[in-house]
């Protein structure tokens, strides 16, 4: 008999973190919710859409082979599932990864267990910024490394330093072969939901945790040892470069960050990665994202609305339209969004970005654009990067 329902958000596919950890077979509904409210507004990328729905129906899936029960239902929106499903039973989830998700959960009458989907807690990082007279993301990466143990000995960082950023700032050469991205065959659910919402599936993202882990295993043996001499290249003739391309995975749980950042670091000691790649590396997942993470908690619901430039400029027509400018840079860049609902950071900071904030763009509106198009796009990843 069900006592407990147990909600699972799209970005919490993880059976051994969050409210899974002490789920029962035998006493707990493990509820997901697909919402019409989302999938029927035009503005959200397909690529995107098919990734986040396709990747839950999968996990689903799994969690029913396992033997749990699961229920899983399409409804206008997230509460309004929970209401019909739950039928006055308690509802558990982990702490959600936006402001807005937290209030709607909160106020339906949601129980929060903490959100282990991050290395830092937030009561962490909360601690830690109330300490700072500027938040330099360098002083918290180096914080962690210590904290956290990975690529220290004896307390200091392992090759001698702690930041190889200036080894790392490489244009392409001449007549450079990329590796090839990992491409991946489509089951019955994924071309279920590509029917649905109307388009071919393509075959770049997986959508399950057995494709993500093969994303990992392709990147460490193929583009880790070139990733930090190239992160900030950009160049027409390469779409990935030496990228993970492992954000999509990592934002909605099918692998850990310690997942990743342990099989980084067992690659380097097996000696087939330079130092200079696998810390760069490991100061994006370790240093970057848990500290962005941590800064939207920090920063505040009322940080979403600031435009302290008071840029009210609309969104120029060529971000949702590649054809609109005759700026090679820009409209390559984003033909490379329409495609594939990504391209990596330097040209969403580099060009997109700062095209937005030179011509005055209303902020709230490029960051809304940016969390309909980008595959690994977060309310928590966007809204301190694109306000800020």
């Not at 039973?89 to 909160?106: D, I, N, W």
């Not at 830690?128 to 002083?139: D, G, L």
């Not at 997986?206 to 583009?223: I, V, W």
Request: contains cysteine; charged residues 25%; hydrophobic residues 40%.
């Amino acid at each position: 008999m069900t006592e407990r329902v147990l909600y699972i958000p799209f970005d919490h596919l993880n059976s051994s973190y969050g409210v899974m950890v002490t789920a029962d077979k035998k006493k707990d509904l493990i509820v997901l919710v697909e919402s019409k409210r989302m999938i029927s507004s035009p503005k959200w990328h397909k690529e995107r859409l098919f990734f986040l729905i396709s990747s839950a129906r999968h996990f689903a899936k799994e969690l029913q082979d396992k033997g749990f029960q699961v229920k899983y239902l399409k409804a206008e929106t997230t509460v309004l599932g929970l209401q019909d499903v739950s039928k006055g039973k308690p509802v558990y989830c982990a702490q959600p990864s936006s402001f807005k998700q937290t209030e709607q959960l909160a106020d339906f009458g949601v129980n929060f267990v903490p959100n282990d989907f991050f290395l830092t807690p937030r009561d962490f990082f909360l601690d830690w910024a109330k300490q700072q007279k500027t938040f330099v993301m360098e002083n918290f990466y180096r914080k962690q490394r210590q904290r956290l143990g990975i690529l220290v000995s004896n307390g200091e960082p392992e090759g001698g330093q702690w930041n190889f950023d200036k080894d790392n700032r490489l244009g392409p050469p001449k007549n450079y072969e990329f590796p090839k991205p990992l491409e991946f065959e489509r089951d019955e659910i994924d071309l279920e939901v590509a029917k649905e919402l109307g388009m071919v599936a393509t075959n770049t993202w997986a959508t399950t945790r057995t494709g993500a882990l093969a994303a990992l295993n392709h990147f460490l043996d193929n583009s880790l040892a070139g990733f930090g001499p190239y992160e900030d290249a950009s160049t027409n003739i390469s779409w990935t470069l030496h990228h993970s391309l492992l954000s999509p995975y990592l934002n909605n749980c099918l692998f850990h960050a310690s997942e990743v950042v342990e099989a980084a670091v067992s690659k380097y000691r097996s000696g087939g990665v330079p130092i200079q790649s696998v810390e760069a590396f490991v100061r994006q997942v370790i240093g970057w994202r848990e500290y962005i993470n941590g800064m939207y908690w920090f920063l505040g619901r009322d940080y979403r609305e600031h435009n302290k430039l008071g840029a009210n400029r609309d969104l120029l027509p060529l971000y949702t339209d590649s054809s609109k400018t005759k700026m090679n840079c820009v409209s390559s860049v984003v033909s490379d969004v329409e495609k594939r609902a990504w391209t990596h950071h330097i040209p969403r900071l580099m060009i997109l970005s700062n095209l937005a904030l030179i011509t005055g763009n209303n902020p709230q509106q490029f960051l809304d654009w940016m969390r309909e198009n980008f595959i690994d796009a977060a309310e928590w990843v966007m809204v301190p990067n694109v306000i800020g």
